[in-house]
């Protein structure tokens, strides 16, 4: 009988994952994807990247389309530099967090806010591929073609508020994380696309610096 419950339970998992994921299928061995992964994660010290950004909004009938360039640098600084079709930028490093557009500036430190904090943890560890190894998400890891899908599912009941799920999407080719979706409980979603992508170029501090 246990058995047949086990049985029935992975058919359920995998047709549950060929309806959300059309392309995709459970994979089995996970643990040989995570090791083979976090290898691959560990030689990434700076990531140099153009990138293109669709928000998805129930209440618009089309999509917002942003472009920029994007910097990751070894352990927790990023930069994030939106050109197109406004001028927006944002830059996370350390525990601080900046923002300017047009109009203002904005100096946040996550220390302040554990929200905050969590959600700056949560980029950065969405890019460097740590977020496949805390505590913060429960991972599903499904296979495709030329590309892996990891599922990551929020446990901390107010990051739940914010995101129903993360998706990262990992090249085969190198295991590099190439977009990452953020869906969110209202069904509004925000799929940023890496292009371009460099890895193990020098960055200069002036571009993670916050003054």
Known sequence: MRKIISAFLVLTVALTARAQYPGYKVLTNAEHFNKQFAAASGHINTIKSDFIQEKNMSLLAEKII?????????????????????????????????IKDSQKEN?????SNKLFQQINKIIIDCVNGKALQGNDFAVNIFEGGADYLAELSPIDKNLKTIFSHINLIIDKKDFSVSRIEMHEPSGDDTRIRFVNRQFNTPLADALFAIR
């Open 66 to 98: 942003s472009k920029g360039n994007f910097y990751f640098r070894k352990e927790n600084a990023v930069r994030m530099e939106y050109t197109q079709p406004f001028r927006y930028l944002m830059i996370l490093n350390g525990s601080a967090i900046y």
């Open 107 to 111: 100096k946040i430190s996550a220390r």
